[in-house]
């Protein structure tokens, strides 16, 4: 046996993958290194990351100056508690977030995952209405809309689309909340307003129970990769003005230009009351996210019953996680991904547009550097990730869905043979199944 070949058998019999089982699990492919928008396998495959790493590796991997202010930390120290205590890096990162962002956001959380800067946000919208209200507080219920993800957690899960999603298995366990129907109308759609109607009612009806509405703006992640128009969440932002509502912006996957604009808030033209932000927080290099909130929110929170905020990870602040993200804003701050994004998203409009024609295709979706191919039916997994890896490239699909969202840093070359390569896959999927149901005739 090779010692690739014991090292994969441990991992296939010991260690448990994301969203995998441990019964039956699917292959894993063993990683020997990885630079720019390559990934090299142990046993000599180099490939072309569509990915980045679940949307983090927006640099692409082995940056020069993301290691160096990782080595340049370390000397200095690689953690600290953020309990009274503070330090260089967390100071120089938040002032960075608050420059970056709208001037009504003013304070910050730092945490220490995604799906944590959620339960965070949570947490505190809830005791901003605790201390706002009182005795007199009626609000228990978050409300978002269908085929949501904010995380896997269970403050997270709560918020999740409750029956279009893995966290279908846990209901009865996790807090119920409120949902209504997200507008199926693209950015490019005519815009009517009755398509806010339902939402409107909701908030109209359930405005003294509901503490905050949560959404991710105007691409929805892991729920579906659904691109909505942003005149919805501009009327959003109206109605929980009206009401007397928080709103909670989750940008984890769209933050620091992903969609075309630093933020996807920016697309409507409108301003959260708290934040979360992670993944290309850090450019993939160690896990950290921050929620921002504005000087409303931080106050009203700390003038309630507890004084404080009620929240505080071993690892928040982490100084080495923030002298890395540090350095990543920097590198967003030089803007030097609005040319890049650009030009991914105009390759792949070009070439999706094309592919529309390929009949296992239901859509195709394009905003900045995501792109989506939405198919007629469920993706062979094993079969898929096979012919990714004798085209030279890494792609996860789900579902029904086939998605890119690349490093920013991936050449023209590299985007080309990318997206030619799950066009050309797809399209001998679709004959693979056409052969098939002739079989069945």
Not at 304 to 330: D, Q, R, V, Y
Request: with cysteine; glycine share 6%; hydrophobic share 40%.
């Amino acid at each position: 046996m090779s010692e690739i070949q014991g090292l994969l058998d441990f991992d296939r019999d010991h260690i448990w993958h994301p969203y995998t089982s441990t019964i039956n699990p699917l292959p894993c492919f063993l990683v020997e290194s990885a630079k720019g928008a390559r990934i090299k396998l142990a046993t000599g495959e180099d490939l072309i990351d569509g990915m980045s790493s679940w949307w983090a590796a927006v640099h692409g991997y082995n940056h020069p100056e993301l290691n160096q202010a990782a080595i340049n930390q370390l000397k200095d120290m690689s953690h600290i508690m953020f309990g009274g205590l503070t330090h260089r890096p967390a100071i120089k990162l938040v002032k960075q977030l608050l420059e970056m962002t709208h001037e009504n956001l003013q304070h910050c959380f730092i945490a220490d995952t995604g799906s944590v800067a959620v339960e965070v946000s949570l947490k505190m919208a809830l005791q901003y209405c605790q201390s706002k209200y009182g005795n007199k507080n009626k609000k228990t219920k978050f409300l978002s809309v269908n085929y949501g993800y904010h995380g896997d957690t269970f403050g997270a899960m709560s918020v999740c689309d409750p029956v279009n999603s893995m966290h279908s298995l846990y209901s009865g366990y996790v807090k119920e909340n409120m949902f209504v129907k997200l507008p199926q109308c693209k950015p490019t759609d005519k815009w009517d307003p009755k398509y806010m109607n339902e939402f409107e009612e909701m908030v109209k009806t359930h405005s003294d129970e509901i503490i905050a509405v949560i959404l991710e703006p105007i691409v929805q992640g892991a729920g579906g990769m659904r691109i909505y128009h942003p005149e919805f969440l501009r009327n959003i932002r109206l109605l929980c003005d009206k009401y007397g509502i928080l709103l909670i912006l989750d940008e984890i996957a769209t933050g620091f230009g992903r969609t075309g604009k630093l933020f996807a808030y920016e697309h409507a033209d409108i301003v959260p009351d708290i934040l979360c932000v992670g993944k290309a927080l850090t450019g993939g290099y160690l896990t950290l996210s921050a929620v921002l909130c504005t000087k409303d929110v931080a106050t009203t929170v700390c003038s309630g019953k507890a004084k404080g905020f009620m929240h505080g990870p071993t690892f928040m602040g982490n100084p080495l996680a923030c002298a890395i993200a540090s350095k990543s804003l920097e590198i967003i701050q030089r803007n030097e991904w609005k040319s890049q994004v650009k030009s991914i998203e105009e390759i792949f409009n070009q070439k999706l547009d094309k592919a529309q024609d390929i009949s296992i295709i239901k859509d195709t979706r394009v905003i900045g550097a995501i792109a989506v191919f939405e198919l007629s039916i469920p993706v062979d997994m094993k079969w898929f990730r096979e012919k990714f890896l004798e085209k030279g490239i890494w792609v996860r699909p789900f579902g029904k869905l086939v998605y890119l969202m690349p490093p920013f840093i991936i050449s023209e070359k590299e985007l080309n043979h990318l997206v030619d390569s799950v066009i050309e896959i797809i399209i001998e999927f679709d004959n693979l199944q056409k052969e098939q149901q002739n079989i069945n005739l």
